[in-house]
């Protein structure tokens, strides 16, 4: 049997869904995601408010990871995680940061530059007050990015929480938080034949948005 590994460099699709001019562009990005998300959501996508987050380490090393878009308005995009994660000691070490929309089934991809920063606790708790218990109960389980000796240590973490918040409210752990990351950059990917893919860019200049395109 052919390992699928050894045709990698083979595999490719082309890209003939359609296309993205000018023309198209809303007036400022936020608007623009909204319209290609609904277009997402509608598609049937699984879970299209999937994001991948990038950030740095003090050092400059970059790591990468799937997160889940709960939020954005005017202001930008919002998510919860714990603060004490790799991701959130990053980003209290350097808050410029990086999202991906990876919207293969349309042929198309929204890329977010910017910079996050927390969102104040009250927003935190109404968020987590709306969680599935099991993933407020989960919360306090795991410390999220620290080693655990097993899966079985996990599920003793998470049996003794269970037991804790018996017949009351879960509250927010105190190391559990939001993100609100304000684009300077949005760019929108549509994927084109041979290739020429669309790239059209939103960039914040002296307070007010501007785009261009940019080759493929």
């Not at 869904?17 to 959501?41: K, Q, S, T």
């Not at 969102?119 to 410390?143: C, K, M, N, T």
Request: charge should be negative; proline fraction near 6%; aromatic fraction near 10%.
């Amino acid at each position: 049997m052919t390992d699928p590994l050894d045709t990698v460099a083979a595999a490719r699709a082309e890209y003939t869904r359609g296309g993205l001019v000018e023309g198209d562009l809303l007036g400022d990005p936020v608007a623009m995601f909204r319209r290609w998300y609904d277009e997402a959501h509608a598609a049937g996508l699984h879970e299209p408010n999937a994001m991948v987050v990038a950030t740095t380490d003090s050092e400059g090393r970059p790591s990468a990871r799937l997160v889940l878009l709960k939020g954005v308005s005017d202001e930008g995009f919002v998510f919860y995680t714990n603060t004490a994660s790799r991701k959130g000691v990053e980003l209290a070490a350097n808050a410029s940061c990086a999202l991906l929309f990876p919207w293969h089934p349309l042929e198309r991809q929204v890329r977010v530059d910017g910079v996050a920063e927390l969102l104040p606790q009250d927003a935190v708790d109404a968020y987590f007050a709306q969680r599935p218990r099991e993933s407020q109960i989960g919360a306090w389980a795991s410390h999220q990015s620290r080693p655990v000796a097993s899966r079985d240590e996990l599920a003793r973490e998470y049996a003794a929480h269970e037991g804790r918040f018996v017949g009351a409210d879960v509250p927010t752990p105190e190391e559990w938080g939001g993100y609100l990351v304000r684009p300077d950059a949005v760019e929108f990917w549509q994927g084109r034949p041979g290739r020429m893919h669309d790239r059209l860019v939103y960039r914040r200049e002296r307070g007010a948005w501007r785009t261009q395109r940019l080759a493929p």
